[in-house]
Structure formats: structure tokens, C-alpha cells
């Protein structure tokens, strides 16, 4: 999914199908969902501010890309299509859609300090989005602390809890695709590291099988870090350079004369593997793997780059669309 196709899909929230309807689900830690009761005349409001939202966070966002979430890497002003394993968490953005089975939060029984996250489904008569929206302590109001409100012209304890209703959120669902708005967000949370931490020990598989790391267990150590456990699992989908099998001693000798990293790679006796010793070294080499220093052909300039569009595909669709 681009931009454009994602624009597309949210169309319906600014010009339903009949009426847009909402829907408020509330998820417990034990990944249990009920139904938020919620009065009527309350509804519009807040179908209005989540509408908006999607609009200012998404649809407005002009100069945004849409990318595989698998080679998400430190380039702004993108979200990310999931194209990992679903951790059970987010699975409830489709379990909620036409499920007419799920309990009724009750006041009785259940508390808002016991709320994890919200889901809300907009739908008109023929689409649907349901987003979801991690509530931060701010947003329950006495889940911790000592409240106090007016009682005429003094302060009292206040004894119940609030729900504060916001306009963020971090994940939504349209169609089949689930796109994450913020990335730093689903590394605290969602189950994300237990996927990145499967997907990575792929990434490191495929550089163990070329044989051209000496101390491979020096990567192994940093797949308890997100960030870099990210890295490998870009490596794992997306390596241009393992996809079209660059020989050990091309790439070898690339790091030796490209100047963002000659001088700051260690090799083994023999010079036929990388003996990747510091973080530094760690870190250059993934760049490696993925292709991100470059030179311009115009200008004969080096750079680093993270974002790389692949230009053989744009050349196919244009031969295609003169075919037509």
C-alpha cells in the first residue's frame, strides 16, 4: 500500500455510505475486550474527534511515504505497514469487526484503571477502520495518586475514576492492512520485540550461512536491542546485497575503499571475513548488508542513505504505462 492507496481507503470517514457509525472497545492486559456502553448523544462527538484525528495524523499528511514495517530503519516522515507476524495484541483491530458476542464493560464488575487500550471502529455501510489507542496514565483519571475536586468552596477527596477520551493513537487497521503511525511507540509495546527478536535471528542466519563474519555471536549479543534487532530484520527481508548473492570479496574489498567506512573495519588474517569487534563496526557492516552507501554517478560523491527506492521498478511501470 502507498500513500495515495492508504488516502484512499480513509476516504469513506470524510464521505460515508449512509452513516458513519462508531463502536468503542476497551482491552485488559489479559487481551479480554468488552464493549463500551456509551450514551447516545455522546457518540457524534467523539466519532467527530477520532475523524479528525485520522485525518490530521494521516490524510493530511502530504509529504508522508507508506513503507514495509520489516525495513523500517531511522528515516522520518513515513508509517509503516505491518508485514510481520500480528502480535496478539493488535489481532483484536480485526476480532472486533461484526463480532456481536463481546461482553459489556460493566461498571459493576469493571474498572477503568484496568483499561489497557482502547479499539474504535468507524464503519459506514461498506468499509470499516478500527483503530487502536494505547492509554497513557494520563488518560484514567484516579488510577494512582490522591484526587481532589471542588465541594462549593473547598476541596474534597475525589473517590471515582475517569476516562479521559483523546484524539492519538498508534495503530489503525483499513482493509487488510495494518499501518503503524509512530515506530518508537510499538517498540515499548505490542509484543514488537518478540517478533523483530524472531525475525532478526533470520537476519542473522542469512549473514551466518556467507560465512564472511568471523565472531558471529558479537551480533547475537545486540538482538536484545530493538533497534538494532531491527536492523537485522531488514537485513533478513530486504538485503539487496544477500538477495543478489555479492560475492564475500566484493564486499570485502568495498569496504576497503568506499570512504564512509574504510579504516573503521577490522578483518581477519587471511582479509576473507569481517572481524567485527565494536559497535561501530557492527553498525557498518548492517549498513552494508543493506546497501546504504552509495555514490552519485553524476557527481562522483559518496553518500549514506537510508532511504533507497528501487529505480529498475519504477523503469517497468513506466514501459508499462507506454505499452498501453
Same mark, same amino acid.
Given at each position: ?62 509529504? =508522508? ?13 513515513? =508509517? ?7 502480535? %496478539? ?17 460493566? &461498571? ?167 572481524? &567485527? ?26 553518500? %549514506? ?20
Amino acid at each position: 500500500m502507498n500513500k495515495a492507496e492508504l488516502n484512499q481507503s480513509l476516504e469513506f470517514l470524510n464521505n460515508p455510505t449512509g452513516e458513519l457509525q462508531i463502536i468503542m472497545y476497551a482491552c485488559f492486559e489479559e487481551q479480554a475486550t468488552k464493549k463500551l456502553d456509551i450514551k447516545a448523544e455522546d457518540l457524534p462527538s467523539i466519532r467527530r474527534l477520532f475523524v479528525d484525528s485520522v485525518n490530521n495524523a494521516i490524510i493530511s499528511q502530504e509529504d =508522508f511515504t507508506v513503507i514495509p514495517l520489516s525495513t523500517a530503519d531511522e528515516r522520518g516522515n513515513c =508509517f509503516y505497514e505491518y508485514d510481520l507476524d500480528l502480535p %496478539d495484541e493488535l489481532q483484536v483491530l480485526e476480532t472486533v469487526i461484526g463480532n456481536d458476542e463481546i461482553e459489556i464493560f460493566n &461498571l459493576n464488575n469493571d474498572t477503568f484503571a484496568e483499561i489497557d487500550a482502547l479499539v474504535i471502529v468507524l464503519a459506514d455501510d461498506n468499509n470499516e477502520v478500527s483503530i487502536y489507542k494505547k492509554l497513557s496514565s494520563v488518560e484514567v483519571l484516579g488510577r494512582g495518586g490522591y484526587m481532589l475536586w471542588k465541594s462549593n468552596q473547598r476541596l474534597e477527596r475525589f473517590e471515582e475514576q475517569l476516562l479521559r477520551i483523546s484524539p492519538s493513537f498508534q495503530v489503525l487497521r483499513v482493509g487488510e492492512s495494518v499501518i503503524i503511525l509512530n515506530l518508537k511507540t510499538i517498540e515499548k509495546s505490542f509484543g514488537f520485540h518478540d517478533v523483530i527478536k524472531r525475525e532478526a535471528t533470520i537476519g542473522l542466519e542469512a549473514i551466518n550461512d556467507m560465512g564472511i563474519v568471523s565472531n558471529i555471536d558479537t551480533l547475537k549479543e545486540l538482538i536484545e536491542n530493538v533497534s538494532f534487532a531491527r536492523k537485522l530484520t531488514k537485513i533478513a527481508r530486504n538485503s539487496p546485497v544477500i538477495q543478489r548473492n555479492i560475492p564475500n570479496v566484493s564486499i570485502i574489498t568495498f569496504s576497503r575503499t568506499h570512504p564512509a567506512i574504510r579504516n573503521k573495519m577490522r578483518y581477519t588474517p587471511d582479509g576473507t571475513q569481517f572481524a &567485527l569487534d565494536t559497535r561501530v563496526s557492527k553498525d557498518l557492516f548492517v549498513k552494508l548488508l543493506n546497501d546504504d552507501f552509495l555514490t552519485s554517478e553524476l557527481t562522483q560523491l559518496y553518500y %549514506d542513505s537510508l532511504a533507497k527506492d528501487n529505480i529498475e521498478a519504477e523503469n517497468e511501470q513506466i514501459e508499462n504505462e507506454a505499452n498501453e
